[in-house]
Every structure is written in structure tokens, then in C-alpha cells.
């Protein structure tokens, strides 16, 4: 094998090792956003149990604990409200309602009310809503993690706005001490909730891409494989019958000595060539058909 043949192998290994791994990292993130999946069916098919039993100030939820169905008794904070900008429900940009609900222990934890169309504003800030209900309620809902990339809250039109949601970075900066980490998307409430609301769907992942792209990756690099062989394969039949390929032209193989013609004009013009030759018979001299009383003998004749 050639020097270059051996680089052109090196080359397809790689790359198919390099697609393998490409392909298995696609499937350990099909494994985790099956797994977030599996959590909230679960969580759905489960009965509220209470929050002390799950997380707590100085406890907060693990990845597994997240979407597990809580219920959680306090008295609602307005004058501590928050609101999430820039949020998505069903393609469609809104506004989130955070409101702190303090527990009869003093610590509290922040329940997304739920979600808000934008109003007639700027999109900044959200058109007004309902308030919440005065003394003791009752939440039943779901745990939700802080989001990545938190920020401190800013206020705009009079409003205190975040785009991301961390109680920790929240909580803080609105005056609300023993805070939990995580936060709660309602579902349920007594006395029952204000209208006007939209319940927050559960952070469900397209898995089913991640499972597509695994296999994707993978025929990648059987492909490559199979590539190189072909080419090896076709490079060694050449050097065995003594083929030259150049660029752009047919390959002639020497054994073969009709090749030329067949490529030319097919099979049918190699026959057809052969039977015109058949029809024509015979050769035959040139003088052959002239009659010996129309012959002239010049060199007979003396001249004058």
C-alpha cells in the first residue's frame, strides 16, 4: 500500500472515530432528556405530597426531585412580586408572575402564578392582573429548579423584572430572607386562583432528536468506512489488470481489446461492423473482373 493510500486510510478512521464519538455523545443526551421526560410522567401520575418532605431552605431539589408534585400552606408577600419578562408559552412572548408565599415556619418559597400575554406597552412590562388572595392558601404544584444564567432584578415601568428565574439572585435583591432555591409552578390553590392565568407546561425534551442524530452520526461512519473500501478494492483491481486512470477520462484496460470500441459505439456497433464485413465476401484483386480481350499489353506494343 502507497503512502497514500495509507494517509487516505488513516483520514477515514479518523473521521469515522470522530463521527462514533459524536454519535454516542448524541446518545447520552437522548438518556438525560428521556430521563427529564420519564420524571414529569411520573410526577403527573403522582398524588402532592408536602414540601418539607422534598426540599427545604437548606436543602433544595436535586436534578431527580425536579417536577415532583408539592404542597405547600403560607400567606402570599405582594408587596415582594416579581415578573418574569420575556417568556414563551406556546410560541406566543409573555409575562410570568412570581409572588413569594411565606410559611408559617418564617421561611418562604416563590410560586409562579402562571403566564401573561404581553399588553398594549412596550413589552417591557406586563399589563396589570389579578391579585393575590389575603391570608392563609394552599398551593399544589411543581418544583422547578433555579434557571441558569440567573440575574439580579432590574425595574422597569415600576415593575421588578428578571428574563431568568433564580431565587437565589431574586430573593436577595427583593428583601425576602430564608428564601428556598427553588420555586414552585402552580397548578392548584385554595381558595381557588384568579382567572386570567395560564398554567406552565412542563419542560418537556425533544428526545426523539437526539435519539435521530445518534443514528445519524453512526451510518456517517459506516459510510466513510464503507467509502474507503470501495476505493481500496476498485485501486487494487486496477493495479491487477493494469489500469491508468486520469482525471476526466475512461479508463483503457489493455486485455481487453474491444473496450474502446464497445464504449464507443455499444456491442450493437461492434456486431454490425463485423456483419458488413461478412456481406462484402472475399477480397478480390483489382483486375480480377476485367475481360483478357480488354486487356492491353503496353508493353507489346513497339512504339514509332
Do not use: C
Amino acid at each position: 500500500m502507497t503512502p497514500k493510500w495509507l494517509g487516505f486510510a488513516a483520514l477515514m478512521v479518523a473521521l469515522s472515530a470522530i463521527m462514533v464519538g459524536l454519535g454516542f455523545w448524541q446518545f447520552d443526551r437522548y438518556h438525560i432528556r428521556h430521563g427529564i421526560n420519564l420524571r414529569i410522567d411520573h410526577a403527573n401520575a403522582s398524588a402532592p405530597v408536602p414540601i418539607s418532605t422534598v426540599i427545604s431552605p437548606t436543602r433544595p431539589a436535586t436534578d431527580a426531585q425536579e417536577w415532583t408534585r408539592v404542597t405547600v400552606t403560607g400567606t402570599y408577600d405582594p408587596a415582594h412580586t416579581v415578573v418574569a419578562r420575556d417568556r414563551s408559552v406556546n410560541s406566543t412572548v409573555g409575562f410570568e408572575i412570581l409572588v413569594p408565599l411565606r410559611r408559617s415556619d418564617g421561611s418562604s418559597i416563590f410560586i409562579d402564578r402562571g403566564w401573561i400575554p404581553t399588553g398594549p406597552g412596550n413589552g417591557l412590562t406586563a399589563p396589570s392582573f389579578p391579585g393575590v388572595p389575603g391570608g392563609t392558601v394552599t398551593v399544589n404544584g411543581r418544583i422547578h429548579l433555579p434557571e441558569s444564567k440567573g440575574e439580579t432584578p432590574i425595574d422597569l415601568g415600576g415593575q421588578t423584572t428578571v428574563r431568568r428565574v433564580d431565587p437565589r439572585m431574586i430573593a436577595p435583591a427583593v428583601g425576602v430572607t430564608d428564601a428556598y432555591a427553588d420555586y414552585i409552578l402552580l397548578d392548584q390553590q385554595n381558595p381557588a386562583a384568579a382567572a386570567g392565568f395560564t398554567r406552565i407546561p412542563a419542560d418537556r425534551q425533544p428526545s426523539w432528536m437526539n435519539a435521530g442524530y445518534t443514528v445519524q452520526w453512526w451510518l456517517f461512519a459506516a459510510l466513510a468506512l464503507a467509502l474507503f473500501a470501495w476505493a481500496a478494492r476498485r485501486e487494487a483491481n486496477d493495479q491487477r489488470d493494469g489500469v491508468v486512470r486520469v482525471r476526466g477520462e475512461r479508463a483503457a484496460r489493455p486485455r481487453d481489446r474491444l473496450a474502446d470500441e464497445r464504449y464507443l459505439h455499444g456491442d450493437a456497433g461492434v456486431a454490425a461492423d463485423a456483419a458488413d464485413a461478412d456481406d462484402q465476401g472475399p477480397a478480390v484483386p483489382a483486375d480480377a473482373s476485367v475481360p483478357d480481350s480488354e486487356r492491353h499489353d503496353t508493353a507489346a506494343t513497339p512504339l514509332v
